[in-house]
């Protein structure tokens, strides 16, 4: 056995290579790549407060609690479609699940229990007999894709102002749950509301 | 267009600092500090950004009739680029460069090349088309709100920056961190049992 391949096998048999040399060396590397990658996205910007508050915002969709107040009227949340998940660390670090119960899947409820959480959910949101569709994102909140309800006006100069009103209170209708989810996160019912959530995950 | 028609898309910031009395003026002349100007064809800018009006991308009077709109003051931001595709210019240079060799019996000197490829350039500057794209804004008073109705991240900072400075206020995007005071969000933590890796 030359002394290149004897040195070979010894690194083999320490576990630094592969059967093909340098294999090892180059998975840890994209691994380790790819870690720093998920957990500075999970850091940026407090992407993590973002991607709390959307899975906070599924729980609620589902729980048995009232829903979520919109000026003084009932808010009805349903997530549907597509759903992206993500984790700051581990094996699985993405996930996109579609489908249009798919957010409530035993699949994805087993992805929340091991840290992946929403990062980015289409949502239905109905106030009274007005229904908006819009896709949201953990990291900045915008608002995207975006189904308002039906207009009613005819004249252009109407339909804008309608629109534009429509725009600004799923604006508002977005800001008040998220300020409902803060509410709740800072407070001290927070430790109980996270036991809520683990038991809603592992109810299948 | 899309405050009048298409896809709505919006990336929605707040002010604190109370606007002045006189909103108009106020708008008015932030919109016209910083109107978009065209790109120069004989300089080497690449990008022009500014504010247009929102219903003539080629305006930029900003008339109190084109910006206000009931409680809102709805205008669009532009954005044009030229951008000469480097390789072309490579192109026509080599094949330059080849016909010169060919009829002056030696290679072109530095100086030489350098006057041609700025030829080239400034030629096919000339003739590429100037990309032009807009993206609308909406400023709400009562809730000193703004809409950025665009998805490009690079576009809504870029936004976000310009019209904060002519506004002269500081536009707080709406993620839920912001509802914290910046102590509390000091303290605050990711959930552990929310985070938790399992094998």
């Known amino acids: 056995m030359s002394p290149k391949g004897a040195s070979l096998e010894t690194r083999f048999s320490q576990g630094q ?119 949201v994102d953990a990291e900045f909140f915008d608002v995207k894709a975006v189904k308002l309800p039906t207009l009613v006006s005819e004249d252009a100069d109407e339909k804008l102002l309608e629109r534009l009103a429509l725009t600004q209170q799923l604006a508002r209708i977005v800001e008040s749950m998220a300020r409902e989810f803060i509410h709740v996160r800072r407070s001290k019912k927070w430790p109980h509301v996270v036991g809520e959530i683990s038991h809603w995950l592992q109810l299948e | 267009m899309p405050l009048r028609r298409g896809s709505v898309n919006f990336a929605q910031f707040v002010f604190e600092s109370s606007p002045p009395k006189d909103l108009k003026r106020w708008v008015l002349t932030a919109l016209k500090k910083g109107a978009f100007e065209p790109i120069d064809l004989k300089s080497d800018e690449e990008r022009a950004a500014g504010f247009v009006e929102l219903e003539f991308s080629e305006r930029t009077d900003f008339s109190v009739g084109s910006v206000f709109y009931s409680e809102a003051a709805l205008f669009s931001f532009r954005v044009d680029t030229l951008k000469v595709a480097s390789a072309k210019i490579r192109r026509l240079l080599l094949e ?104």
């Open chain 1, 17 to 135: 290579v592969g059967a093909d040399g340098a294999a090892l060396e180059a998975t840890r590397e994209a691994t380790e790549v790819e870690q720093d990658k998920a957990r500075e996205a999970l850091l940026r910007g407090r992407t993590w407060l973002g991607r709390e508050c959307l899975t906070y915002w599924l729980w609620r969709s589902e729980s048995s609690q009232r829903a979520f107040e919109f000026e003084g009227e009932d808010v009805a949340l349903i997530f549907h479609g597509r759903l992206a998940l993500k984790a700051g660390a581990g094996a699985v670090t993405e996930m996109l699940v579609k489908g249009v119960t798919a957010p409530y899947s035993k699949l994805v409820k087993q992805a929340l229990g091991r840290g992946v959480l929403v990062h980015v959910a289409r949502l239905k949101i109905a106030l009274g007999e007005r229904v908006y569709e819009a896709t």
């Open chain 2, 96 to 199: 330059w460069k080849q016909t010169f060799e060919n009829s002056n019996g030696r290679a072109a000197g530095r100086a030489e090349t350098q006057t041609q490829k700025d030829q080239i350039k400034k030629m096919l500057r000339a003739q590429t088309p100037i990309n032009t794209k807009t993206f609308d804004v909406s400023l709400h008073f009562g809730e000193k709100r703004v809409l950025i109705w665009a998805t490009s991240r690079t576009i809504v900072e870029d936004l976000q920056v310009r019209l904060g400075q002519g506004l002269g206020v500081e536009l707080r995007p709406r993620v839920p961190a912001a509802f914290l005071k910046s102590a509390e969000l000091d303290a605050l933590l990711p959930t552990p049992e929310l985070f938790e890796v399992m094998p």
